[in-house]
C-alpha cells in the first residue's frame, strides 16, 4: 500500500499513510503501557529478589512512580510551566539529558585519537583528512596559509574534502542503503523473509 | 440709532486685522514647515488615490492559461501568465494579484482575490479549488506606492478572464515514472535471482567480516561465561533498520542458544520488545533448547535517547558483557554506548545504515556493518537460497546504477545535462 500511494495522487491513495501513520501512533500509545509494566515487572522483582544492583531498580521503582503521579494529579494542563511536572522536566530530566550528551564529546575525543593514529596507509590518510578538514573549520588554518593563492588555503582544502571525496563516499554508501531497502522490503512482502515474526 | 466708528476706531481695527492675518500666516507656515517630511517623495504628494496620473498604471500581463495542476490529489489550477511589459527591474509593477471567480450554472459570480504573486512571477497555484467547480482567473499588475508600510496609492490593471477550468485528481503521478521504473527493474533483477536460486544455482557472496566474526563473538562470551548484549537501536518495527537488526538477533540467540550463553536484549520501543521477545524464544525452540529462554532477557528500558543510553551503559559498566552487537538504527548515543563497550574490553560488533554513525562505530568497535551489510545480514548467515538471490538482485541494482553514473559523468564532461534530469525525483 505505501507502494502504491506514492505513485497514485488519487484518494484514498493518497490519504493512505496518513491513516497507517496515525493508526501506527494509536498502537504504539497502547504499547507504551506493555514497556511500562515490563520495566517495572522487572525492577520489583530486582528488588524483592536483591539481586546484584537492586538498589538502581529502587530508583527506577521510585522516579516512575513520582513522575507519574505527579503527571495524573495535575490533569490536563500538567505540562504548563509552573507545575510540578514541569519543574521536574526543566530541573531533573533536561539536565540528566544535557549531561549524557555533554558527556559525547570526551568519547568523541578517545574515539578520534584511536581512530586517528597512523598505523597504516588507510589510518594515515584518515589522519591527514581530518587534520585538514579540522584546520581548514577555524580561522587560524586560513591565518597560516594566508601566505597561499585563494585556491590552495586551508578552509578552501576542507570545504574540497567535504564537497567531493567525502560526499561521493557518502553517496556510495546510500545508494547501496536504499538498494538494501528496497531488496529487503521486497523479501519481507513476498514472505521471503521471515524472522523478524519469529518465522523461519 | 446707529453707531458709526470714527476713521481712527476703523484704522485702528483694521490694522489689528492685518496684524492677526499676520500672526496667522506665520503660524500656519511654521507648522506646515514642521508637518513637511525630510525627504518627500513629490510623487507621493501630488498623486491622491482619487487622482492617479494613467502613466502610473501598468500595462496588464497577457495571455493568462488555466489548467488542472497535474500528478496531484485534486484542489489545485495552475494559474500562468506572460509578465506584464512593465514587469521589469525598477519598472511599475510591483505585484501581482490573481483574482478568481466561480462559474455556477452559467452564471458567474463575483470576482475575489486569492493570492498574490511577485513581480517577474508567471505561474500561481490556488491550492483551494473545489473538484469538479468551473472558475475563472483574472491576473491583475499592481502598481503601488507604500510609505510607513501603509499602501499611499495603487494603480491596477486587470488582465481578460480566462478560464472556465475546474481541477481534478489524478490516478498516476507522472513525474515518479522514473522512480515506478527504477522499482520495477529492481524487482525483476531480485524476482529472477531468487528463481535461480531456487533452482540450485551456486552463488558468490563475498566475505563479509563483521558477520564471520559473530560466532567467534559468541564463543568469546560462552568461553569467558560472561552476558552478551545486543542493543537493536532506538527506533520502532516501522523502521527497515530495526527489522534488518531484529533479523539478526534471530540468528544471535540460536547461536546463544547453542553455546546456552546469556543474550540479554534491553530495547527503547515497546513493539520491539514484544518482538524481539519472540525471535528470541523461537531460537531457543529452534535448537531444541526452550527452556533456557527467560522472559527477562529481552526487557525494555526506557524510549528516552539518553536515557536509554545512560541504562546501558550502565549495565555495560556494572556487568562487564564478553560481546555487544550495536544492530539497527542510532542517533547521537552511537559513540556514547560504543565508547562504553569499547573501555569496558568488550568484542563490539556494530551494524547501521545511518551514514553519519558510521565512523563511530568503525572507531569504537572491532567489526562494522556498512550500511547495505546490514541488511544482507540474515541472508549471508542463514545461507537461504532464496535470501542469497536477493542479494544477487541488489547488486544487479547497484551494476546497472554504476553504468548510469558512468554514463552521466562523460556526458555531462562533455555539456550533455538531459541525462541526469532523468534519475530526478520529487518529492
Same mark, same amino acid.
Given at each position: 500500500?505505501?507502494?502504491i500511494?506514492?505513485?497514485?495522487?488519487?484518494?484514498p491513495?493518497?490519504?493512505?499513510?496518513?491513516?497507517f501513520?496515525?493508526?501506527?501512533a494509536?498502537i504504539? !500509545?497502547?504499547?507504551?503501557?506493555?514497556?511500562a509494566?515490563?520495566l517495572?515487572k522487572?525492577?520489583?522483582?530486582k528488588?524483592?529478589?536483591k539481586?546484584p544492583g537492586?538498589g538502581?531498580?529502587?530508583?527506577i521503582?521510585a522516579?516512575?512512580?513520582?513522575?507519574?503521579? %505527579?503527571?495524573?494529579?495535575?490533569?490536563?494542563?500538567?505540562?504548563?510551566?509552573?507545575?510540578w511536572f514541569?519543574?521536574l522536566y526543566?530541573?531533573?530530566?533536561?539536565?540528566?539529558?544535557?549531561t549524557?550528551f555533554?558527556?559525547?564529546?570526551f568519547?568523541?575525543?578517545?574515539?578520534?585519537y584511536?581512530?586517528?593514529r597512523?598505523?597504516?596507509?588507510?589510518?594515515?590518510?584518515? *589522519?591527514l583528512? !581530518?587534520f $585538514?578538514v579540522m584546520?581548514?573549520?577555524?580561522?587560524v588554518?586560513?591565518? %597560516?596559509s594566508?601566505?597561499?593563492?585563494?585556491?590552495?588555503?586551508?578552509?578552501?582544502l576542507?570545504?574540497?574534502?567535504?564537497?567531493?571525496?567525502?560526499?561521493?563516499?557518502?553517496?556510495?554508501?546510500?545508494?547501496?542503503?536504499?538498494?538494501?531497502?528496497?531488496?529487503?522490503?521486497?523479501?519481507?512482502i *513476498?514472505?521471503?523473509?521471515?524472522?523478524?515474526?519469529?518465522?523461519? | 440709532?446707529k453707531y458709526y466708528?470714527?476713521t481712527?476706531a476703523?484704522?485702528?481695527?483694521?490694522?489689528?486685522?492685518?496684524?492677526?492675518?499676520?500672526?496667522?500666516s506665520?503660524?500656519?507656515?511654521?507648522?506646515l514647515a514642521?508637518e #513637511?517630511?525630510?525627504?518627500?517623495d513629490? /510623487?507621493?504628494?501630488?498623486?491622491?488615490?482619487?487622482s492617479i496620473?494613467?502613466?502610473y498604471?501598468?500595462?496588464?500581463p497577457?495571455?493568462v492559461?488555466?489548467?488542472d495542476?497535474p500528478?496531484?490529489a485534486?484542489g489545485?489550477?495552475?494559474v500562468?501568465?506572460?509578465?506584464?511589459?512593465?514587469?521589469v @527591474? +525598477?519598472?511599475?509593477?510591483k505585484?501581482?494579484?490573481i483574482l478568481? !471567480?466561480?462559474?455556477i450554472e452559467?452564471?458567474r459570480?463575483e470576482?475575489i482575490?486569492?493570492g498574490?504573486a511577485?513581480?517577474?512571477a508567471t505561474?500561481?497555484t490556488?491550492g483551494?479549488?473545489?473538484d469538479g467547480?468551473?472558475y475563472? =482567473?483574472?491576473?491583475?499588475?499592481?502598481?503601488?506606492?507604500?510609505?510607513?508600510?501603509e499602501?499611499?496609492w495603487?494603480?491596477?490593471?486587470?488582465?481578460?478572464?480566462?478560464g472556465?477550468?475546474?481541477?481534478?485528481?489524478q490516478?498516476f503521478?507522472?513525474q515518479?515514472?522514473?522512480?515506478?521504473v527504477?522499482?520495477?527493474?529492481?524487482?525483476?533483477?531480485?524476482?529472477?535471482?531468487i528463481?535461480?536460486a531456487?533452482?540450485g &544455482?551456486?552463488? $558468490?557472496?563475498? &566475505?563479509?567480516?563483521?558477520l564471520?566474526?559473530v560466532e567467534?563473538a559468541?564463543?568469546?562470551?560462552?568461553?569467558m561465561g560472561?552476558?552478551?548484549? =545486543?542493543?537493536?537501536?532506538?527506533?520502532?518495527?516501522?523502521?527497515m533498520?530495526?527489522i534488518a537488526?531484529?533479523?539478526?538477533?534471530?540468528?544471535?540467540a540460536?547461536l546463544?542458544?547453542?553455546?546456552?550463553?546469556w *543474550?540479554?536484549?534491553p530495547v527503547c520501543?515497546?513493539?520491539v520488545m514484544?518482538?524481539?521477545?519472540?525471535v528470541?524464544?523461537?531460537?531457543?525452540?529452534k535448537?531444541?533448547r @526452550?527452556?533456557t529462554f527467560?522472559e527477562?532477557?529481552?526487557?525494555?528500558?526506557?524510549?528516552?535517547q539518553?536515557?536509554?543510553? /545512560?541504562?546501558?551503559?550502565g549495565?555495560v559498566?556494572? +556487568?562487564?558483557p564478553?560481546t555487544?552487537?550495536?544492530m539497527?538504527?542510532?542517533f547521537? #548515543?552511537?559513540?556514547?554506548?560504543?565508547?562504553?563497550?569499547?573501555?569496558?574490553g568488550?568484542?563490539?560488533i556494530?551494524?547501521?545504515?545511518a551514514p553519519a554513525?558510521?565512523?563511530?562505530?568503525i572507531?569504537?568497535?572491532d567489526?562494522?556493518l %556498512?550500511?547495505e551489510?546490514l541488511?544482507?545480514?540474515?541472508? =549471508?548467515?542463514?545461507?537461504?537460497?532464496?535470501?542469497?538471490?536477493? *542479494?544477487?538482485?541488489q547488486d544487479?541494482?547497484?551494476a546497472?546504477i554504476?553504468v548510469?553514473?558512468?554514463?552521466?559523468?562523460i556526458?555531462?564532461?562533455?555539456?550533455i545535462?538531459s $541525462?541526469?534530469?532523468?534519475?530526478?525525483? %520529487?518529492?
Open positions: 500500500m505505501f507502494v500511494q506514492y505513485f497514485i495522487p488519487h484518494y491513495f493518497n490519504r493512505m499513510s496518513h491513516w501513520s496515525d493508526w501506527f494509536i504504539l !500509545a497502547c504499547a507504551i503501557v506493555l514497556g509494566l515490563n517495572m522487572i525492577s520489583i522483582q528488588v524483592i529478589k539481586k537492586w538502581y531498580a529502587v530508583v521503582i522516579s516512575f512512580l513520582l513522575i507519574t503521579i %505527579i503527571g495524573l494529579s495535575e490533569g490536563e494542563g500538567f505540562r504548563e510551566p509552573g507545575t514541569d519543574w526543566v530541573y531533573v530530566y533536561t539536565p540528566c539529558s544535557s549524557m555533554a558527556i559525547l564529546g568519547f568523541v575525543a578517545s574515539a578520534s584511536r581512530a586517528f597512523a598505523r597504516n596507509f588507510e589510518a594515515t590518510l584518515l *589522519l583528512a !581530518a $585538514f584546520i581548514g573549520r577555524v580561522p588554518g586560513d591565518i %597560516i594566508g601566505f597561499m593563492p585563494e585556491g590552495a588555503r586551508l578552509s578552501n576542507a570545504s574540497w574534502i567535504m564537497t567531493f571525496p567525502q560526499t561521493a563516499g557518502q553517496r556510495a554508501i546510500m545508494i547501496g542503503i536504499a538498494l538494501g531497502i528496497v531488496s529487503t522490503s521486497l523479501r519481507v *513476498l514472505g521471503i523473509e521471515r524472522a523478524h515474526l519469529a518465522g523461519e | 440709532m466708528p470714527s481712527s476703523r484704522f485702528t481695527a483694521g490694522f489689528g486685522c492685518f496684524l492677526l492675518a499676520l500672526l496667522f506665520l503660524f500656519s507656515l511654521s507648522v514642521q #513637511e517630511p525630510a525627504e518627500t513629490t /510623487a507621493s504628494l501630488s498623486v491622491t488615490p482619487d496620473p494613467l502613466e498604471y501598468p500595462l496588464p497577457t495571455n492559461r488555466v489548467k495542476a500528478n496531484d485534486g489545485s489550477i495552475d500562468q501568465w506572460d509578465m506584464s511589459p512593465d514587469d @527591474p +525598477e519598472g511599475k509593477v505585484q501581482y494579484r478568481r !471567480a466561480e462559474l452559467g452564471q459570480r470576482f482575490e486569492i498574490d511577485t513581480a517577474g505561474l500561481f490556488d483551494n479549488t473545489e467547480l468551473d475563472i =482567473y483574472k491576473v491583475v499588475a499592481v502598481n503601488s506606492l507604500t510609505q510607513n508600510n499602501v499611499v495603487e494603480a491596477a490593471t486587470e488582465s481578460m478572464p480566462a472556465p477550468v475546474r481541477s481534478s485528481a490516478w503521478d507522472r515518479r515514472v522514473n522512480a515506478l527504477g522499482v520495477l527493474l529492481l524487482c525483476v533483477f531480485i524476482i529472477y535471482f528463481t535461480r531456487r533452482a &544455482k551456486e552463488l $558468490f557472496i563475498r &566475505k563479509i567480516a563483521g564471520e566474526a567467534e559468541v564463543g568469546r562470551a560462552t568461553e560472561k552476558k552478551i548484549f =545486543y542493543i537493536p537501536g532506538i527506533s520502532d518495527m516501522d523502521n533498520q530495526t537488526g531484529i533479523t539478526i538477533l534471530g540468528k544471535v540460536e546463544a542458544a547453542q553455546h546456552e550463553t *543474550l540479554e536484549v520501543r515497546s513493539l514484544v518482538t524481539a521477545k519472540e528470541v524464544k523461537e531460537a531457543h525452540s535448537v531444541g @526452550p527452556d527467560h527477562d532477557q529481552v526487557h525494555y528500558l526506557t524510549d528516552d539518553f536515557g536509554y543510553a /545512560a541504562a546501558i551503559d549495565m559498566v556494572r +556487568e562487564k564478553a555487544i552487537f550495536f539497527g538504527e542510532f547521537a #548515543e552511537s559513540l556514547i554506548l560504543a565508547e562504553t563497550g569499547n573501555a569496558s568488550a568484542i563490539q556494530a551494524g547501521t545504515a554513525q558510521l565512523p563511530f562505530f572507531a569504537s568497535c567489526f562494522t %556498512i550500511g551489510e541488511f544482507v545480514a540474515s541472508a =549471508y548467515l542463514s545461507r537461504e537460497p532464496k535470501l542469497l538471490g536477493s *542479494l544477487k538482485g544487479m541494482g547497484k546497472v554504476l548510469a553514473i558512468l554514463i552521466g559523468i556526458l555531462e564532461t562533455f555539456d545535462w $541525462f541526469s534530469t532523468l534519475f530526478s525525483v %520529487i518529492d
